[in-house]
């Protein structure tokens, strides 16, 4: 356990890392998200609306960081945020649709469908995914563009969201709930930084090493978000608040309580830390990321 001082100034290094690392980010995403006013206009007005709403741009970040701590330098990096980003936000219009949490305020604003209606979010959500793929293929890296893949589809993301779906209202026990949460969201935290070691040309120990620690900061990740969604306001989260237990969600705290819930997600950044120290290189920024991720209060 880091010290409060330690903390603090862990916390301040991470944020700052954030907004540097979003003003490119975001300069990016705006070259290579389609115009809105180009035809269909409707749904590249809904992309944008759902990609320009104040997230805060993470799993670049991590694939960013991931990147130049393994000495990448090139552009092709750029590719990658802007398909995270777009990937992240389909998951996210889709999750809100009434199908399946049903929820009306995302980023600060309301929800895709609320605005623009169910069929153009869900379209936009598609071509959000679609589009993602395409930039990636101008990394021309298999290798990143499989694992980025993997971890969505119903081996990942896609998969962790149907059992999140199915296992509402229920009692489960803590292997689903370990199923959920590392499907539907570590698996995308995951190869966000898989996909920066990759472009960075690290070696095949090196990309499992951040692979181990990227699975540990997801799941950490997601069981924050349980907390935070019974602790904090809808104001302060920018998305509906006391959702889960609204709808009868498998969390961590649902089956554990809060305290213990919150000592899981220490430990799995202790283990993190013990990831990063496999690494040869710096990698103190991954190490604030991490940190942030549980002292996050949105
Ligand atoms: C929210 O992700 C959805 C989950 C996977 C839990 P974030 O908390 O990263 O959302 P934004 O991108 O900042 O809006
Ligand atoms: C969302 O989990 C995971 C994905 C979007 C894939 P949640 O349903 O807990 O996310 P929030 O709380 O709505 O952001
Ligand atoms: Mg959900
Ligand atoms: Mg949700
Ligand atoms: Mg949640």
């Not at 690392?21 to 998200?33: I, N, R, T």
Request: proline share 2%.
């Amino acid at each position: 356990m880091l010290t409060q001082e330690e903390m603090k100034a862990t916390e301040l290094r991470a944020k700052a890392y954030l907004n540097e690392v979003s003003l490119k980010v975001e300069k990016y995403l705006d070259q290579h998200l389609p115009p809105q006013n180009e035809r269909p206009e409707k749904l590249h007005e809904c992309m944008r609306y759902s990609m320009f709403a104040g997230g805060k741009r993470l799993r670049p970040a991590l694939a960013y960081a991931a990147f130049t701590a393994l000495g990448g330098k090139d552009e092709s990096i750029y590719f990658a945020t802007s398909a995270l980003e777009m990937l992240h936000t389909f998951s996210l219009i889709h999750d809100d649709l009434p199908c399946m949490d049903d929820d009306d305020y995302r980023r600060g604003r309301k929800t895709a469908h609320k605005v623009y209606g169910e069929a153009i979010a869900v379209l936009a959500g598609d071509a959000l995914c679609i589009h993602a793929f395409e930039l990636l293929s101008r990394t021309g890296n298999a290798l990143a563009i499989g694992a980025l893949a993997q971890s969505l589809g119903s081996y990942g993301m896609i998969g962790g969201q149907v059992v999140d779906i199915e296992s509402e209202g229920k009692k489960v026990g803590l292997e689903t709930v370990d199923y959920i949460h590392y499907h539907k969201t570590a698996a995308l935290i995951q190869s966000s930084l898989v996909v920066g070691a990759h472009l960075a040309g690290a070696s095949k120990e090196v990309v499992a090493e951040m692979s181990n620690y990227g699975k540990r900061i997801g799941l950490a990740f997601q069981i924050m978000d349980d907390i935070l969604d019974i602790e904090q306001t809808t104001e302060q989260l920018g998305k509906d608040a006391g959702s889960d237990i609204a709808r009868g969600k498998a969390t961590y705290p649902s089956l554990l309580g809060v305290d213990e819930s919150r000592a899981r997600a220490w430990e799995l950044y202790n283990q993190a830390m013990d990831c990063l120290k496999q690494i040869p290189c710096e990698t103190s920024i991954l190490a604030d990321l991490a940190a942030f991720i549980i002292t996050r209060v949105n």
